[in-house]
């Protein structure tokens, strides 16, 4: 077989197979639903009342969806100029740790400038996560894919030596958490009452930030030169490594904003378990997104849904919530072979 | 003073060699792969579902080989779906490869909640038990580290030899190298670079599935969560850190197990006692990296690795 692109693809093809990649991706939740024992039409139903059914569901999606904007931004940034950060976890732990040490109470500053110093510090430790790796793979040539992973583990046994060591909550019955955040550091309710803060807030316009960037400066034009051909970029006298490594700043500084964002909005504290994985799940909400920082809100969403709504669906119909780790990868997987499908023709021969 | 007599008990040896085993398939595996001119980030997942797989065939009655035998299938069967999407249809390997590794180790999962819905700490099987080689198990330090180990390991070891001897000494060897280095040459001599590509990346992901495998039927006698723990990540480093040779990979992957165990013992001495046990856990995030960094100047890549080939294009 070979492949053959298709100049203008036909509204039909554009449009047919993403949509033929979402019903495959149902297909397979209905099989998993059946080999669990549970009824396939009730557990999707579950899963999408768990979802969005109710006030409560909701706000508890858009809750989630907001480190999976953040880290969804980090990916779509890095991914679009071909540098592959998987590290998000690390960073997002990086401005964790940030915000924990610099939110309880050794600033003296008002709320109104407090926040922002500590998220403007929480990026700045992320984007030098990713710099190392950065420095390497322009410096050295080390493959910045192992480095980015490696130091998602590295990183993850620095939090538990810190929880366990300098940064221990002295009030934490033993437990291993840092001390709480005092209140001039927290991120306020946009609502009063309603469990949703201002990190949301502020993933959105960091969406609507990283879209300026790559659509309306030099910068985001420099990245989409060097992500579609290194060398064409550098033979067009476009600074590789520099735009690599202001396409890295701004990564980690969009993924350690994520971990400002859970624990300044949502935990008030640093703890082990902070991230369920939103750094990996990061690359799926872009991917998804087409890259597009826009369309990550809405992939951010969507994920973030399929995932509280496993959740509930799970403690109602006994269908382990790995389901919903399973359809996201069929998601991405199904996703990428459509898009490829639109662009190409297979010729049997 | 310490570190000296750790290196001189046999138990050290002993540890080292198990746990380079699991690492030594999935290296050879990745290796296989890579020197096709794919890279296979999947590793991960597919020693998930391997470790999984191989270990709930053996909970449900099959003896320890047909378990092995399990491992492997479900290793290429994930293989099969990377090998489909990345080489005849050459989507991102990056992208397939991370998604293979969610899916495989989430399948992995959920089939373990599915048939273990309540249990609090994992059942346990009878794993493969050391086997001592008569004569040379009597040598000193050398015996007891290499020749009193469990079939998986003598396998481990067997295979370095068959895949060095495969890749350099037969047609297919070297029509699997040049459809890493220069797929239009193999198409030039009538061969399928698409046929090879696939066929290097099932049977690779089958190599890391037994590396899995070795984990839960040897290492230990329980699957857990977690517990592959990065270390498919650390075999992509090992095969950089090898340059892309079946000999130097495995011997990387010793002299790595060598350093994991030896600071799991230096954690027991007075010294270790002064350092938070983090830091001996991050030794060996840090060594691969370490190994990346001093073999960037030398590495020969496989040249066409991550180049997708369609035919009659130039």
């Given at each position: ?59 508890e999606t858009l809750n989630r969806a907001t480190p999976l904007i953040f880290t ?224 990550v809100v809405v992939s951010a969403i969507f994920v973030a849904g399929v995932f ?42 | ?310 035919k009659g294009e130039r």
């Amino acid at each position: 077989m070979r492949l053959e692109p298709i100049p203008n693809p036909s509204a039909l093809r554009s449009i047919g197979l993403p949509a033929g990649a979402l019903v495959l991706t149902v297909i397979v939740a209905s099989a998993l639903a059946l080999l669990a024992g549970a009824n396939p039409f009730a557990t999707l139903g579950l899963i999408l009342k768990g979802a969005a059914g109710s006030k409560f569901a909701l706000l508890e999606t858009l809750n989630r969806a907001t480190p999976l904007i953040f880290t969804g931004l980090a990916i779509a940034v890095a991914f679009r100029a071909k540098l592959w950060n998987i590290g998000a976890e690390a960073q997002l732990y990086a401005g964790a740790i940030v915000t924990a040490l610099l939110g309880t109470g050794i600033l003296p500053l008002p709320s109104a400038l407090l926040i922002p110093v500590i998220a403007l510090a929480a990026m700045l430790a992320g984007a030098l996560i990713l710099l190392g790796p950065v420095l390497l793979k322009t410096r050295l040539g080390v493959d910045e894919v192992v480095t980015t992973l490696l130091f998602n583990f590295i990183m993850l046994l620095f939090v538990s030596y810190l929880l366990e060591g300098p940064m221990k909550d002295p009030m934490g019955m033993g437990w291993p958490k840092s001390p709480a955040l005092e209140k001039a550091a927290r991120l306020p309710r946009i609502v009063d009452g309603l469990r949703l803060h201002w990190g949301f807030a502020l993933a959105l316009l960091s969406a609507v930030a990283v879209w300026v960037i790559q659509t309306r400066t030099t910068l985001g034009y420099e990245i989409r030169a060097v992500g579609l051909n290194a060398e064409a970029a550098r033979f067009a006298g476009i600074p590789v490594g520099r735009v690599m490594v202001k396409t890295a700043l701004l990564s980690g500084g969009l993924a350690a904003l994520a971990g400002f964002s859970e624990v300044a909005g949502l935990k008030g504290n640093l703890t082990l378990d902070l991230s369920p994985g939103f750094g990996y799940t990061g690359i799926i909400v872009a991917m998804l997104a087409l890259l597009n920082p826009l369309g990550v809100v809405v992939s951010a969403i969507f994920v973030a849904g399929v995932f509280v709504g496993a959740d509930s669906m799970s403690r109602a119909a006994g269908v382990p919530t790995y389901i919903a780790d399973i359809l996201m990868a069929t998601a991405l997987l199904t996703m990428v072979l459509a898009l490829k499908l639109t662009r190409t023709r297979i010729r049997w021969r | 003073m310490e570190i000296f007599d750790i290196l001189l008990t046999a138990s050290f040896w002993a540890a080292a060699v198990r746990i380079a085993s699991p690492l030594i398939f999935a290296t050879l595996g990745e290796l296989i792969c890579e020197r096709a001119g794919v890279l296979n980030l999947g590793i991960e997942g597919i020693m998930v579902i391997g470790a999984f797989s191989g270990w709930m065939a053996v909970y449900l009655g099959a003896p320890l080989w047909a378990g092995v035998g399990v491992a492997m299938l479900a290793g290429m069967l994930f293989g099969l779906l990377h090998a489909t999407l990345t080489v005849p249809f050459g989507l991102s390997q990056h992208v397939v490869g991370l998604g293979v590794t969610l899916l495989a180790s989430a399948v992995a999962y959920f089939a373990y909640r599915l048939s273990l819905p309540e249990v609090t700490s994992p059942p346990k099987i009878v794993p493969f038990q050391p086997v001592e080689i008569p004569g040379l198990s009597q040598i000193p330090l050398i015996g007891p580290a290499f020749f009193n180990q469990t079939p998986l390991t003598y396998l481990a070891f067997v295979l370095i030899a068959v895949v060095s001897i495969v890749l350099y000494r037969t047609p297919l060897g070297l029509a699997l190298r040049a459809a890493g280095e220069n797929p239009a040459s193999v198409e030039a001599q009538g061969l399928s670079v698409t046929a090879i590509r696939m066929g290097a990346v099932i049977v690779g992901s089958g190599l890391m599935a037994v590396g899995g495998a070795f984990l839960t039927m040897s290492a230990f006698s329980s699957f857990f969560f977690e517990m592959v723990n990065g270390r498919g990540w650390i075999c992509i480093a090992l095969v950089v850190f090898g340059a892309w040779r079946p000999g130097k990979a495995a011997l990387g992957a010793l002299l790595f197990a060598a350093f994991d165990a030896l600071q799991v013992r230096l954690q027991q001495t007075p010294l270790g006692a002064l350092v938070p046990y983090q830091v001996f856990l991050m030794v060996p995030y840090i060594l691969s990296i370490l190994a990346l960094v001093l073999m960037s100047r030398r590495a020969e890549v496989p040249a066409a690795l991550m180049v997708p080939f369609n035919k009659g294009e130039r």
